[in-house]
């Protein structure tokens, strides 16, 4: 592997993630609260029970 690409690799940033529940009362302040956390929203989705969406959040891995 070429060094340039070998130093790329080996700094790329590895991230945790998590799944959250959003209640439709409270999604902002959920959504602000992980924010202020430093996790960043990736994507909503429903939740297969249909009670409520699911937010999938990420942030780099400390």
Known sequence: MP?????RVMSA???EY???PLLI???KQILD???EDGWELVTV???PSGEQHVAYLKRPKS
């Open 18 to 20: 998590a799944t959250v």
């Open 33 to 35: 609260q992980w924010g």
């Open 13 to 15: 940033t590895k991230w």
């Open 25 to 27: 009362h409270a999604t």
């Open 45 to 47: 989705l429903p939740n």
């Open 3 to 7: 060094a340039w690409l070998r130093s």
